[in-house]
DNA sequence: TTGACATAGTTAGTTAGCTAACTATAATGT
DNA sequence: ACATTATAGTTAGCTAACTAACTATGTCAA
């Protein structure tokens, strides 16, 4: 996402403001180090999966999934809660089918529609991972007691509120 | 990075805490969240360079040719401050040369080196690209006064250094 | 009831990242 | 001096995402 690894010193964001007068210093670094922060999250995440066979995409939909009383979602669904294209979730499921953690189901009622399921194989495979991870995670975030989350998650939520005005055509929004 | 729509519901986190007692629910909500916000403001980010005809990784070459004092610097070089591999910068430069917003200068010193220049109509990009990006952002962050943006990067610093434990092997680190 | 439109899933082709291998050049140690 | 090793950049081939187009099926209204 932000691959950038040489954020910007306070001299070179003095050198950039010079030139851009808008420029407003603390927040393109708070930007940045946002950006940086959740970067390196992902890879982390990213290597801590990959000990198990997974990536994130794939994990995601096994986690959703889970979520469902009886395992069992559509490809649509899945894809609309994970965010990506219905073309781009046929790839994962076929990538956990052939690991045999999830299988596809024919639908009687609408014969287009097709339902996931999770395995054995995939709730087990979940029962090893989840974990594993939810273990690393709690010693990533034992820094910060519950003020401070809660106070994270405030100004977190402060800056989702002017995302629109960061990619708005015009004053609109 | 995460593309995620439905972040789990406290009834979610619950059963799977349940399942998993060693989750512990406020860290995963912050860490999410953390994920999320970022991963839409890269997209906004994204939205916002694109109207320029800029792709993120392109934007960050020209960035880092302008913080030089000559305009100039090396692929190698390039590709370790952005954090990209040099096959992924080579084919950075390539769409940039293309658009003739850098060009490559031969060393004399080392043949085996090449100079990356920022021409004077990257330089008119950026011009027009900064200041537009600048402004954005600071009516993206202006719900957030100095105090929060400090406490956001301490904040963020702490998860920050709690990476190492996401994905160290063992107890290591 | 049937023609137009909508929906579910897949396939094909593109993109931007990656690693590994390659060419050329430089540096180093015996 | 010269064989070995390191470095700079590129190329080739892989992956996982995307969009657009396609097949099949379902829905709905004239």
Redesign the pocket.
């Known amino acids: 996402m932000l ?1 950038l690894r040489d954020l910007p010193t306070p001299d070179i964001l003095a050198k950039f403001a010079e030139r851009y007068p808008i420029a407003d210093v603390t927040a393109i670094a708070s930007f940045l180090y946002l950006l940086r922060v959740a970067s390196d999250l992902s890879l982390a995440l990213d290597a801590c999966l990959s000990k198990h066979g997974l ?3 794939r994990w995601w939909v096994l986690i959703l999934l889970m979520r469902e009383d009886n395992l069992t979602s ?4 899945l894809a609309e809660k994970l ?13 956990l089918e052939q690991s045999g953690l999830v299988h ?1 189901v024919f639908a009687q ?7 996931i399921q999770l395995t054995n194989a995939g709730q087990a495979k979940l029962d090893v991972v989840m974990p594993d991870y939810y273990g690393r995670l709690r010693q990533c975030m034992q820094a910060l007691d519950e003020e401070k989350r809660t106070q994270l998650n405030q100004l977190l939520s402060l800056i989702y509120m002017g995302i629109p005005s960061l990619v708005a055509t015009s004053g609109s929004l």
């Open positions: 691959q990536l994130q995409g559509t490809p649509s669904l965010g990506v294209s219905r073309a781009t979730m046929t790839g994962l499921i076929d990538g596809r009622t609408d014969r287009r529609s097709v339902f």
